[in-house]
């Protein structure tokens, strides 16, 4: 599933719009909040390949399905790319079936 639309309302929060119709508002601080200034919020986008949100041309993206999981409170510890991810977890993300956003 990939994300359809994003609307940024203020600060960290946005209303994202999934393909399935699914629209949600949420801060995206503690997803985000580390990698992309509130000064930088401005550069969000939707890659229009993979579906991803994307900040700063590419240098931060979050995978849809994360970020739908996020918003609606399924995940604990977001991860907004592997690079972020420690080794010992790596090889069961990369097992599971995911979108490359980058």
Not at 86 to 102: F, H, I, M, N, V
């Amino acid at each position: 599933m990939k994300l359809a639309s994003v609307e940024h309302q203020r600060a960290y929060r946005f209303i994202l719009t999934f393909q399935n119709g699914e629209a949600m508002e949420s801060d995206l601080r503690d997803l985000i909040g580390q990698h992309v200034s509130e000064q930088a919020l401005s550069t969000g986008r939707i890659d229009p390949d993979w579906g991803c949100l994307e900040f700063l041309d590419g240098q931060v993206d979050v995978e849809p399905r994360t970020l739908y999981r996020y918003a609606r409170g399924e995940t604990g510890n977001p991860i907004t790319h592997m690079m972020d991810v420690p080794p010992g977890l790596r090889a069961d993300l990369e097992k599971e079936e995911t979108t490359p956003c980058s």
